[in-house]
Nanobody
Framework: VQLQASGGGLVQAGDSLRLSCTAS????????MAWFRQAPGKEREFVAA????????YYADSVKGRFTTSRDSAKNTVYLQMNNLKPEDTAVYYC???????????????????WGQGTLVTVSS
């Protein structure tokens, strides 16, 4: 499975940005697609996840209410819509995928087998 993330850029605080993650897999039904981010000098952290089979979503507390993850089945793509961006959202954002996760592991980066290359989001104050 190959993941291609895109959509990062430089924005101002309060702006919106949408990230995309396109996957090269035919059958998504068992996959969980997730977003993680890594800020300079910090460890990578969970942001959001989308369960393909039922559309259930998960969010980190720091982004709940501002970020939304969704999918376009026809394009094999998952999106991360980021609204009301803050300087502390500045990070490299990665998409990840796995087909064998249990719900309790969704927030742990070590549980994902497949990763995209990352896309940089910079939010200026």
């Amino acid at each position: 499975v190959q993941l291609q993330a895109s959509g990062g850029g430089l924005v101002q605080a309060g702006d919106s940005l949408r990230l995309s993650c396109t996957a090269s897999v035919r059958t998504f039904s068992r996959f969980i697609m997730a977003w993680f981010r890594q800020a300079p000098g910090k460890e990578r952290e969970f942001v959001a996840a989308y369960k393909w089979n039922d559309g259930y979503t998960y969010y980190a507390d720091s982004v709940k209410g501002r970020f939304t993850t969704s999918r376009d089945s026809a394009k094999n793509t998952v999106y991360l819509q980021m609204n009301n961006l803050k300087p502390e959202d500045t990070a490299v954002y990665y998409c990840a995928a796995d087909s064998t996760l249990i719900s309790s592991s969704i927030r742990y980066e070590g549980a994902y087998d497949y990763w995209g290359q990352g896309t940089l989001v910079t939010v200026s104050s």
